[in-house]
């Protein structure tokens, strides 16, 4: 059978992002957003079930047997960390792991947008991330705090599924809370947090009215939110966070949300030209005053408007950006017209 930690070396040693494990491939990598097999012979069920269960501790197996999925963090070799997500399928076990750098990245490293900054270090304000799985939100996240505890002496308290960074106390303190261990959930630790005494408030992901509704609260009464949204871009993040409510709570959401957002960051990575890695396409939505009181009157439809004339701001859509890696030759004319919402405005130029 083979060892797993032989399977994470070969995906540090490849660059690859994550790794998947099921019964009858090899492990496979994903490398530059490509899935490559490895050389090793199929995998079996048996092997399958015997490898993830030997990665975990017995209550997280039970856990597992339970819920029948389960998030979970491991450190193979002392220095690097893998996200892991454990679950059945067909009767049988498998799972995939997220390589988790072991730094933290700048945001200059990470290409973001100047902008981003003064998001992260500003006193209040709900601050979304989104963009689909494995676009690095979390990475961003983590930059994003790491730039408040080289600056500011703050208190910050992390709520994770499963804890990723893991950020050393420099000018702040930073507790991280991993959902399982730490705390029964979200919306528990959401509720909770508030008497914590926080400044930063980082939500792993709000998958419920309950979760959503604690976190703008938050922002609302003076705390600075961090939070992830699994939404193509930056407006369908806003409609998520309202849709989720029923309808005869969505006006107050409404309003608090246009007072209490602070703005909306979306990203992609995009496969360089050089296939050498990938790049981040970054939309960012500011709530000015314009934004708000869209939000407020439920005509978010027409925010894609004020993204596109607003760069003075600091706002850039997600096309914008594409075009600007097309037009220095980070990405393909291919690349970048696969993820426009409007690829025409390419072809003109």
Request: aromatic share 4%; charged share 25%.
């Amino acid at each position: 059978m083979i060892e797993m930690k032989d399977v994470f070396k070969a995906a540090i040693g490849g660059r690859a992002s994550d790794v998947i494990l099921t019964a009858g491939s090899p492990p496979v990598f994903r490398i530059n957003g490509e899935l490559v097999p490895g050389q090793t012979p199929p995998l079996s069920v048996e092997e399958v079930g015997a490898i993830v269960t030997g990665l975990l501790r017995p209550e997280q197996r039970e856990r597992l047997e339970r819920q029948r999925e389960l998030d979970f963090s491991l450190c193979t070799d002392g220095v690097h960390r893998f996200r892991g997500n454990a679950f059945w399928q067909r009767g049988a076990l498998a799972a995939a792991f997220r390589l988790i750098p072991d730094r933290v990245p700048s945001l200059k490293d990470l290409g973001l947008p100047a902008v981003v900054e003064e998001f992260a270090l500003a006193a209040m304000g709900l601050v979304l991330l989104s963009g689909p799985t494995g676009h690095g939100k979390s990475t961003s996240l983590a930059a994003m705090l790491n730039l408040i505890n080289e600056r500011k002496r703050v208190h910050i308290v992390t709520i994770e599924d499963p804890i990723e960074f893991v950020h050393a106390n420099r000018k702040s303190v930073i507790e991280q809370r991993e959902v399982g261990d730490d705390t029964l959930s979200f919306a528990n630790a959401l509720r909770a947090v508030l008497r914590q005494a926080p400044d930063v408030i980082l939500v792993g992901e709000m998958r419920d009215p309950e979760s959503i509704a604690a976190a703008i609260t938050a922002a609302e009464t003076g705390h600075l939110v961090f939070a992830t949204v699994h939404t193509n871009d930056s407006v369908q993040a806003i409609d998520r966070l309202i849709d989720v409510f029923p309808s005869h709570q969505q006006n107050q959401v409404r309003a608090q949300l246009s007072m209490s957002l602070l703005a909306v960051i979306s990203q992609r990575l995009i496969r360089k030209t050089d296939g050498r890695g990938r790049v981040a396409a970054v939309e960012v939505l500011r709530n000015v005053a314009a934004v708000a009181n869209l939000v407020r009157e439920g005509k978010t439809h027409q925010i894609y408007t004020i993204l596109e004339t607003h760069a003075r701001d600091g706002m850039c859509t997600l096309d914008a950006s594409l075009k600007d890696l097309y037009l220095t030759g980070q990405v393909s004319l291919e690349e970048a017209r696969r993820r426009m919402r409007n690829p025409a405005s390419l072809e003109k130029l």
